[in-house]
């Protein structure tokens, strides 16, 4: 690599991509930057060509869930997501769902991995559909969350 620099590119936590303070309005130039994302083990974030790598910030994760499509029911059913860059992603073994609450406020904060240590946050309706399909766990009483391809994600626990 001959180049290893800052891009002034950001990822607002809505998921829109920034670039020296202005938002980055072509879709198809964000597909592209992200297919080069990748997220080292020190927790940063880069766009890695064969020939250059920059830094870019990352308010909280790169993509946003924007889409639930439900597919079959119980613990057999699918759940799949759509990011903010029309990708699609099943959670599963692979592709987990995780939920983490704010201390202060217990707001969610719900996310699922999309691919190589990128998740996408799931927004708030989002996370709403996921609410209204969750289970109990049969193990962990109090313990609501959801199931796909025969896993299951813990999303909440019930208030006591």
Partial sequence: ??????????????????????????????KLFASVLKKDEAGDYWLITPYEKGRIEVEDVPFTAVELKLESSGKSQQLKFRTNLDDWVAAGRENRI???????TGEPSPYIMVRDGL?????????????????????????????????FFGIGRAKQ
């Fill in 98 to 104: 995780r939920v983490v609450f704010d201390a202060a």
């Fill in 119 to 151: 998740e996408a946050r799931i927004v708030r309706p989002v996370y709403y559909e996921l609410v209204k399909i969750a289970t109990e766990d049969e193990k962990d009483k109090g313990l609501f969350g959801v199931w796909s391809a025969g896993e």
């Fill in 1 to 30: 690599m001959d180049s290893e620099e800052y891009y002034g590119i950001k990822i607002l936590k809505n998921g829109t991509w920034m670039y020296n303070g202005s938002p980055i309005t072509r879709h198809n130039l964000v």
